[in-house]
């Protein structure tokens, strides 16, 4: 039994700590926090500041700039970081373009054959 809840208690932990993407140039520094795994308030606030001081970022290489965080905390969310919210908005379908339709090919009579005598 003992084990069972060991494992139940780890299953829970493991889904909580789970990081979600998060577009690091729009949230606020409770979401950031709350996305990153080991961004905590304090990491989040100084990526908004740092947003609102310079701008969007252009790479998630740039949170290196970010008071707090270094080369291996922007390794280990690189992945989870977006810079626009286009990832997760429905892909956009374009129109295909008008083509007239071809008109089919009109067969060319063959000329009978002759006999061989």
Known sequence: MKKLLVVLF????????????????????????ESLKGIGLKKAEAIVKYRTEKGPFKTVDELDNVSGIGKKTVE?????????????????????????????????????KADKK
């Open 10 to 33: 780890i299953a829970f932990c493991s889904f909580s700590v789970m990081a979600k993407p998060v577009n690091i140039n729009t949230a606020d520094a409770k979401t950031i926090g």
């Open 76 to 112: 280990s969310i690189k992945n989870d970081v977006l810079l626009s919210d286009e990832a997760t908005a429905e892909p956009k379908v374009e129109a295909a373009p008008s083509v007239a339709p071809v008109p089919a090919a009109t067969p060319v009579p063959s000329e009978p």
